[in-house]
């Protein structure tokens, strides 16, 4: 019972916070809202810690229903929420990241006068994720799929009164409603197959069959075109970039650490489905990589700082898939809480950056930080650090088993993931080079202006920057000494599919070791050179900001992918739209039915002239009549 | 007894609202009967028990030689229907409150009339009687549209008029062929007429004049053409009782009329006429997307949305039935609340295109709040109600083919495009000239939204009540229709 | 018989006042006689009384007929009073010649014999040539009436033919001699009889206007004073179809496939051709004529598809017409005297100046047009529903593809009514007219809502 | 035999003055070749044994129709030739119409015959009397209604007929 | 010696219809109103001759009588017709019909 409560608690509080500030958005004063939204997701947390404390993980998962949502015959909807580890594992994320994220927020967001409204966005996205993640089947997950996307929508058009930002608001919520059509698709197909939609009833069913199965094949692809939408994979990834138009907190809770994991918790999530479906596994694991690689790449050649992450955001969401299309469930979610922690950290110091220089992203204009913002820089730095993959921090120890599971799954894989891995480091050193070392390259009245975030914005940073070094600890592999606390926490979850898949060898230590090294030579190599170019030569930065080689024209220009898109989708829509409207509609169907009427009235008109007004002519239509009417009744 | 007193009663007050004279007791007037309409439409659910057929029923002889009665009652669907009705006519009138229209008197009589047919043709349970009722809805309809209405109304309000009118004869002559078919001595009683005897040829036929007439008023491409004229030329009142209620008279027909009768045809062409709905739906959806004038654009939107809804009353899965019948309500809800918040943008604008707006939200965030609340439910965020109908929709098309489901979810990708794009740039941006002086929302003004929203969630959150109310005749229809 | 003696008696009475110079009485007398025979019209209900040798039959048909055509005309002069004010010449001739036609017109209702017919047919015809000219000046009256006549005269001939060919086939006049030379017949009639058949069709076809013997009907009805053209679009009308179908009924039912083609031609192309020709009419009074012509082709439907049905069918769409007919005319009588014109453009903006007159005449348009729940609705929908048992669904398509079109025209009065702006003054209209368009607006949504008062009967 | 000639010359008579009546250039001798034609008929009600008839054909139609029209030549001053005769076409297609009617009608009347041709000697029923009696017993309400016929064509002709400012 | 038994029924019908059509084809080619009323004379007279025809051959004297309402009505008819036609004149000076047509479309 208590259990019971304490879960229907967890999304009650953002939601009760939403309701709260959205009803009272002009009378609540900033201070009570300052309290009552980070506060509201506390109580959230705390709820959670309860649960999480109170959860073993051998126990079954637990169901618990709030009431019956739809229910027609066999589609039974309850709205219920299921706990088990992954989602507790989701629900500390979602609340922990949350809270610290509100709490950074107050500080980073107290001057603008949509304070009140921001909150209640956010307490929303909160109660959105929540039900995302709690639900118990796949339409209540739905409910959250779309919720986020809905807030996404309205907090990257935070800002409305800049049209920009709300076409970038407009386009993630519609790139992601063309994922969330294949989502639906998908549960289409479950229901037709399975009669359910319900996570146990499914994965039960699912069970038995025969891997390689075509409808699975066709959910799990349908699905899976959800999660491309959701997290930002090729080809419906460039929504991301764009959302960076909103607050950077925003950027850092929605876009980083929570709303876009989204499609690697569906997919783990629903982890028998794929791992039955070794089709679907290779084109999410091609998807992934493609992805990882594509967006390291453009990351390498943006100047905007929030851009950079954005497409680092894209690539690490890649390495994710990648880890799921190995087999690596758990260690795609464990990736995804490190990359939580520090994604959130580097974006929260880009934003404490940012609020230093009074709105400036371009890192050309940086430079030399480091002493203004010292604690920014330090937590940054860690960062970066554990994003690049670099020992002992936590991105290093999730990396490394995902590359690992590659390299089981494939050494062709491995290698690019390791390149992918090089270009992160590469373009994560550049950006911390750019912006925090050398001179400051902004204006004087900037470098007036530099000072350090206040507390309420630091701390947080403090808070994720532990996180993201010490993340690793959760499941530190055997091969450190470590117990693999995530994976046994998580092994319910993924138990089944683990009898199911194929048991490759696992990897002798010492190959191990050797992979670990050589990525981490590469990952140090890429930071030196990274460190010489920008830090010690300068180089890669000219003052014209001409792009000198292809590779960086193509790069800055992002590949052209929205070009591209803008030639091959869009401008293909409009055109058909205006020849829809002004040929198919105004000069077709309704020049037909004008064209009836009008062919009435024309007949009318012509008809009429038979009425001569000539008795004459009259009489000899009449004759005619009679003659007519008697010959063909009586003489035929 | 109280069907007939729903019927009745718009029917004394529209009389009696011609009688007066000063126009805010008239207001007072109109806008008290409609609600204790709608109170009498509560005490119809109160008594409504669920899963029994045709209740409350009212039943007389007319033309008992003819096999006319006049027999009226309420299943689930009728009843939901006329709930929707009773529900949207009193902000219908509210929201008219803020128009000075030329001879009010006639204006709201003429409405009540209308709430009068419609609620009629939602609860005849005789063949003749929803014809009778069909063509009643035409007159005040032309009448509402035609002398309250826009620039270039003559034209357009006429086209649609002789468009539905003729479309509707067609389906008269059916209702007479069946007549002769059904088991003697003949009648127009709804049972007698399932019951009808048709040759496979016969059904073809009638099918086909039913599904004409139907398609005419819902509208289903490619006989939508009248629509998007008539809601851009039509006074707000009148686009709202256009497009919120009048045009389920068309599925709610094919529900309860065509699909029982012609089943055979049904099975038969019925993909043929699944062919044009879905077609419809990106048709519509995608010339939705270029339009400036934010009426024609919910009507182009309204033909992708009943579009939707046609094809899963075509495909007879209980899932797409069901979710026809609650999307009928959501979407008379929406497009309501749409057209509302149109007409209280050109109010205070004096336009409706698009690219001339902008930045409302900034002086009148309350109106940009309750349009995201409406328009969230018209793009079926799960949670509104137009998720609910949308996936029940959807399903049941899925389970009939998977590709149709697919083509017609792309309403979910494009109604999101063009709405949010006609909201933000009405709402969203900077303010310009014509939006620089804009008040927010007075109080009558919630006072009409604030019902749709609440219906907006209720039917979102907790969908169970209405499904729960139709299920047992959404399953009975299906049985007759299989 | 008393019905014809009454009205008889009534026109010479009327003559007789205007001899003694009692002008005003006149009209009051004339309704007072019109509600005195149609009481004894009335009385005569269930008494199928034959008089004198058959010729004269009073059976429920005829006593129903009869009563609508002096209600037609009751109605017609009703409105009179408002249509001769100040004339300073006398009318007891008009009004006299007027009842005259319908006791014509109530004898082609209750003939039982062929000469009865041709008597009534003149009777009739003859009267409506002198009342089609009775605006002697006008020279568009007399041009109405030399077609008229012209025509007439021409078609009568064929008419006499059909009855002669007729009596030289079957040797007598009498309908019930007729009917037992049909019966011998045993299928195969002799061709003389055929022509004489057809012909007498045309003859009365002629009178109902039905293509291709309408042609006189546009002009005749423009061009004649509108009063009578009332009269003649609602009494000749109905006098005439009737007689149609009392021939039919008592001699050929038995050879209903001979005929039934090619009525169901000229039924079909009557009401294309009447719709399709109303559609581009700027005038009130020219649209109403091609209206009725196409309402000829509605009711052919009755005969075509005769039945058990079909006389109340006929019995409730001639009501209906006649009633919404008249009330049309009524309005148009009040727009050509404020306007001198009938133009639609006359009409602009009564909606807002007169709204009972403008609501008077939106009902008998929309129920000319045939909706629901107006008389004409219930109307249409019985002829339907005849034809449709008789398998005639293609006609019925045609007939609805017709009404359709109709409401191209019917609508025009009405969008120039309520939706144009005002062209000028308000009509100016007494209490009495006014009470009388109101009192013929709620006839027809009484017929259409309690048709049964009426279904029943026959 | 005899009655047979007078059959034909009636016949030829009356055929060749209706076609005159068309030819005729001047209404006054279309009237003439109508009174002719009008004998003509008369002779052959006669032929008929119809001898009463013949006398009142005469009497009206000879007597009073044609007297008619003769003093509306007269009046209107109509004795001249048509001011423009209808086109030749239109004429040509006149005759065809009418040739086309004759040969429909002479088809309709193919294969007719009269089965009992009784003797006329036996009943007298083209004598006065005969019809005297059938009219006032048989046919009395139509002879009674053909007053009102006449009254009304007789109110009408002075309505028409009068020179005097009418209503509208 | 009777003219019943020395000349076919079938000679006055051939006789009558060829009257008769002369009539028609003189409403048709005539442009005077009153020349076309004598043509419509012709016709009526066919008719009368045809039905004394039959008459006679049937024995049967309805057919007369009928004549004689035919001539009662052809008396009337002329009566009004002759009217209208000096109505005519009197306001148009012609009795050309074809110049009578105002009234058309």
């Given amino acids: 019972m208590m259990m019971n409560a304490i879960v229907f608690l967890i999304p009650l509080f953002p939601l009760l916070g939403f309701l709260v500030l959205g009803a009272g958005i002009r009378v609540i004063p900033r201070k009570v809202t300052a309290l009552l939204a980070p506060g509201m997701i506390l109580l959230s947390l705390i709820s959670t810690l309860v649960l999480f404390i109170g959860f073993h993980p051998s126990t079954a998962s637990q169901v618990h229903q709030l009431f019956s949502w739809i229910r027609i015959g066999p589609l039974d909807i309850p709205f219920a929420f299921l706990i088990d580890p992954l989602s507790i594992l989701m629900l500390l994320i979602v609340t922990g990241i949350g809270f610290v994220i509100h709490v950074y927020s107050v500080g980073y967001m107290k001057e603008d006068p949509g304070f009140n409204r921001f909150f209640s966005y956010m307490n929303l996205f909160v109660f959105s994720m929540l039900l995302l993640v709690m639900g118990a089947n796949y339409p209540v997950m739905f409910i959250g799929w779309e919720g986020v996307g809905l807030c996404s929508y309205l907090l990257i058009g935070f800002w409305f009164k800049n049209h920009e930002f709300n076409n970038a608001a407009k386009k993630a919520f519609i790139m992601n409603r063309i994922g969330d059509l294949g989502f639906l698709m998908g549960m289409f197909l479950i229901f037709t197959t399975f009669h359910s939609l319900d996570y146990q009833v499914v994965f039960d069913h699912a069970r038995g069959m025969t891997p390689g199965n075509p409808v699975l094949a066709g959910i799990t692809l349908l699905l899976f075109i959800g999660a491309a939408g959701k997290s930002a994979q090729i080809p419906l990834y460039t929504w991301l970039p764009d959302a960076m138009a909103g607050p950077t907190p925003v950027s850092a809770l929605i876009h980083a650490a929570t709303m876009v994991t989204a499609g690697i918790y569906m997919v783990a999530r629903s982890n028998i489905l794929y791992i039955l479906s070794p089709a679907t596994m290779a084109v999410i694991g091609i998807t992934g990589l493609a992805t990882a690689l594509l967006a390291a790449f453009i990351a390498i050649f943006q100047n905007d700082i929030k851009k950079i992450l954005a497409y680092s955001t894209i690539s690490q969401l890649g390495y994710m898939f990648v880890g799921l299309s190995a087999g690596a469930f758990t260690g795609a979610m464990f990736h995804l809480t490190t990359h939580a922690f520090f994604k959130a950290l580097l974006f929260l110091g880009a934003g404490s950056v940012i609020h230093a220089l009074g709105g400036e992203q371009d890192i050309r204009k940086m430079g030399g930080l480091k002493q203004a913002m010292p604690k920014t820089y330090r937590t940054f730095m860690a960062a970066t650090v554990a994003i690049a993959g670099i020992p002992p921090l936590s991105g290093f120890f999730s990396k490394d088993e995902i590359l690992a599971k590659a390299f089981e799954y494939s050494p062709l894989l491995w290698v690019f993931a390791v390149a992918g891995s090089l270009m992160t480091a590469f373009y994560m050193f550049r950006l911390l080079f750019l912006t925090f070392s050398g001179d400051f390259r902004g204006t004087e009245a900037k470098r007036a202006h530099l000072h350090e975030s206040p507390a309420v914005m630091t701390i947080p940073l403090v808070i994720l920057a532990i996180l993201a070094t010490f993340g690793g600890l959760i499941n530190l592999p055997a091969l450190f000494g470590g117990n693999a606390g995530l994976e046994y926490f998580l092994e319910p979850v993924f138990a089944a599919s683990g009898s199911v898949a194929a048991h490759g060898t696992p990897l002798p230590p010492a190959t191990q070791w050797l992979l670990m ?98 008795v004459g002519f009259y009489m000899f239509v009449m004759i005619l009549g009679i003659i007519l009417i008697l010959f063909f009744n009586i003489l035929i | 007894m109280l069907t007939i007193i729903l019927i009745l009663f718009p029917l004394a007050l529209s009389l009696a609202t011609l009688l007066l004279k000063k126009e805010q007791a008239l207001r007072f007037f109109v806008l008290g009967g409609a609600l204790i309409e709608f109170g009498i439409m509560v005490a119809a659910f109160v008594q409504y028990r669920t899963s029994c057929h045709c209740q409350l029923l009212f039943r007389a002889g007319w033309l008992t030689n003819m096999g006319i009665s006049l027999k009226f009652g309420m299943d689930g669907i009728s009843l939901l229907l006329v709930a929707l009705t009773t529900f949207l006519v009193p902000i219908i009138i509210l929201s008219s409150f803020s128009h000075t229209y030329r001879r009010p008197a006639t204006f709201y009589s003429l409405l009540l009339f209308m709430e009068m047919a419609l609620v009629g043709v939602f609860t005849a349970f005789d063949g003749m009687m929803f014809y009778i009722f069909w063509e009643m809805a035409l007159i005040p309809a032309y009448f509402i549209c035609a002398v309250w209405g826009g620039n270039d109304r003559i034209r357009i309000t006429f086209k649609f008029f002789i468009y539905t009118f003729a479309g509707s004869l067609l389906m008269l002559v059916a209702l007479i062929y069946l007549y002769f078919s059904t088991p003697f001595p003949h009648s127009y009683d709804i049972q007698d007429l399932y019951a009808a005897v048709l040759t496979p040829g016969e059904q073809t036929w009638i099918f086909l004049a039913f599904f004409v007439a139907f398609a005419v008023k819902i509208p289903v491409f490619p006989f939508h053409t009248w ?254 229709a299989r | 018989m008393s019905t014809i003696t009454s009205i008889t008696l009534l026109g010479i009475l009327v003559l007789f006042l205007g001899a003694m110079k009692k002008q005003t009485w006149l009209l009051p007398l004339i309704l007072a006689g019109l509600v005195i025979s149609m009481v004894l019209t009335v009385m005569d209900w269930n008494s199928f009384h034959s008089w004198y040798n058959g010729m004269l039959i009073v059976d429920n048909t005829a006593v129903a007929f009869s009563t609508v055509l002096i209600f037609s005309t009751f109605l017609i002069f009703s409105l009179a009073a408002h249509y001769y004010r100040g004339v300073q010449r006398p009318l007891e001739d008009i009004y006299g010649v007027m009842i005259f036609a319908l006791a014509g017109a109530v004898m082609m209702t209750s003939y039982g014999n062929l000469i009865m017919l041709f008597l009534g047919i003149e009777t009739l015809s003859i009267a409506l040539y002198v009342l089609a000219g009775s605006h002697k000046e006008a020279i568009v009256s007399n041009e109405a009436t030399l077609k008229y006549f012209l025509l007439g005269s021409f078609l009568s001939g064929f008419l006499l033919f059909g009855i002669a060919l007729i009596y030289g086939s079957s040797g007598s006049f009498d309908l019930h001699r007729i009917s037992l030379f049909v019966a011998s017949c045993a299928g195969t009639y002799p061709p003389m009889f055929l022509a004489g058949l057809f012909l007498l069709i045309i003859g009365l076809s002629f009178k109902i206007a039905i293509v291709p013997f309408h042609f006189w009907a546009p002009d005749v009805y423009e061009g004649t004073p509108t009063l009578l053209t009332a009269f003649m679009a609602t009494v000749v009308k109905t006098a005439s179809i009737v007689a149609m179908y009392r021939f039919f009924t008592h001699t050929f039912n038995g050879i209903h496939g001979v005929w039934e083609t090619t009525i169901w031609i000229l039924a079909a192309i009557t009401i294309l051709l009447g719709n399709f020709t109303g559609v581009y009419q700027p005038n009130l009074k020219r649209m109403l004529a091609y209206s009725s012509i196409s309402h000829s082709g509605y009711m052919l439907l009755a005969i075509v598809s005769f039945g058990a049905m079909s006389d109340n069918a006929l019995l409730l769409y001639s009501l209906s017409y006649s009633i919404a007919t008249i009330s049309a005319f009524g309005i148009l009588i009040l727009v050509r005297e404020a306007h001198g014109n009938d133009f639609f453009s006359s009409m602009n903006g009564i909606g807002r100046t007169n709204p009972l007159e403008a609501f008077c005449l939106t009902v008998s348009m929309l129920s000319l047009a045939g909706i629901p729940p107006l008389a004409g609705f219930m109307a249409k929908y019985y002829l339907f529903t005849t034809a449709i048992e008789k398998g005639m669904v293609w006609l019925v398509i045609i007939a609805i593809a017709g009404s359709a079109i109709s409401i191209t025209y019917y609508f025009k009065p009405i969008i120039a009514m309520y939706l144009r702006e005002n062209a000028g003054e308000p009509l100016k209209v007494e209490w009495a007219y006014k009470v009388h368009l109101a009192f013929m607006t709620l006839a027809l949504i009484i017929i259409g809502l309690a048709p049964f008062l009426l279904i029943g009967l026959l | 035999m005899f009655t047979q000639y007078i059959f034909y010359f009636l016949t030829v008579m009356a055929l060749f003055s209706a076609v005159m009546v068309l030819v005729s250039k001047k209404p006054i001798h279309s009237v003439l070749f109508l009174t002719l034609t009008f004998f003509a008929i008369a002779g052959h009600y006669v032929l008929l044994n119809a001898q009463f008839l013949a006398v009142v054909h005469v009497i009206v139609y000879a007597g009073a129709i044609m007297v008619l029209f003769l003093f509306t030549v007269m009046l209107l001053n109509l004795n001249k030739d048509e001011r423009s005769p209808k086109p030749l076409w239109v004429k040509i297609m006149a005759i065809m119409a009418g040739a086309m009617l004759l040969l429909t009608l002479i088809g309709v009347f193919r294969g007719y015959d009269i089965k009992t041709v009784n003797d006329p000697l036996t009943t007298q029923i083209g004598l006065v009397k005969e019809l005297g009696r059938i009219l006032y017993h048989d046919y009395l309400i139509p002879f009674e209604l053909s007053s009102v016929l006449f009254l009304t064509a007789m109110v009408g002709a002075v309505l028409l007929g009068k020179k005097e400012q009418i209503n509208k | 010696m009777s003219t019943l038994s020395a000349i076919p029924i079938s000679y006055y019908l051939v006789f009558c219809s060829i009257l008769f059509c002369i009539g028609v084809t003189g409403v048709l080619i005539k442009r005077n109103a009153l020349l076309i009323l004598m043509s419509v004379e012709l016709m009526i007279n066919s008719i009368n001759l045809l039905l004394a025809a039959f008459s006679a051959y049937t024995n049967d004297p309805a057919g007369q009588i009928f004549v004689f309402f035919i001539m009662v009505v052809a008396a009337a008819e002329v009566a009004i017709g002759l009217a209208i036609v000096v109505l005519i004149y009197r306001t148009t000076h012609s009795i050309d019909i074809d110049v009578l047509n105002k009234l058309k479309w």
Avoid at chain 1, 535 to 548: E, M, V
Avoid at chain 1, 587 to 605: C, K
Avoid at chain 2, 373 to 395: C, Q, R, W
Avoid at chain 2, 444 to 467: D, K
């Fill in chain 1, 517 to 614: 090294g050589v990525t981490l030579a590469g990952v140090l190599a890429m930071a030196a050179w990274a460190w010489k170019r920008y830090t010690a030569q300068h180089r890669g930065l000219l003052p014209d900001d001409a792009p000198r080689t292809f590779a960086e024209r193509v790069g800055r220009n992002k590949i052209y992918i929205d070009e591209l898109y803008q030639l091959v989708v869009v401008r293909p829509l409009m055109w058909l739209s205006k020849f829809f409207y002004e040929i198919v509609e105004l000069r077709f169907i309704d020049r037909i039915v004008n064209g009836v009427g009008s062919l009435v009235v024309r007949t009318g008109n012509t008809v009429r002239y038979i009425q001569t007004g000539n």
């Fill in chain 2, 227 to 480: 629509q998007p004229d008539t809601y851009t030329e039509s006074p707000a009142a009148g686009s709202m009782l256009l497009a919120g209620i009048m045009l389920k008279m068309g599925i709610y027909g094919m529900i309860r009329w065509m699909l029982p009768i012609c089943h055979v045809a049904v099975h038969r062409w019925g993909p043929a006429a699944l062919v044009l709905a879905v077609a419809g739906i990106v048709y519509a959806s995608v010339i939705a997307l270029r339009q400036k004038d934010m009426k024609r654009l919910v009507a182009y939107s309204s033909i992708a949305h009943v579009g939707l809804i046609a094809a899963g009353v075509l495909v007879l899965t209980i899932h797409a039935m069901q979710g026809a019948v609650i999307q009928m309500v959501s979407h008379g809800i929406n497009i309501v609340g749409l057209f509302l918040v149109i007409d209280l943008v050109e109010q205070r604008t004096k336009t409706r295109n698009i690219t001339d707006l902008g930045g409302l939200a900034l002086k009148a965030p309350r109106l940009a709040i309750f349009f995201m609340l409406i328009l969230l439910g018209s793009i079926a965020l799960p949670l509104t109600n137009g998720f609910v109908g949308e996936f029940l929709l959807l399903l049941g098309i899925f389970e009939y083919s998977a590709l149709f489901s697919a083509i017609a979810g792309v309403t979910v990708i494009f109604s999101a495009v063009y709405m949010l794009w006609m909201y933000q740039r009405t709402m969203l941006g900077p303010a310009n000239d014509i939006t620089a002086e804009v008040r927010d929302l007075s109080r009558v003004e919630m006072a009409a939204l604030i019902p749709l929203i609440i219906m907006i969630f209720w039917i979102g959150i907790a969908p169970g009540f209405f499904l729960d109310t139709a299920l047992p005749d959404v399953m009975t229809i299906l049985s007759y």
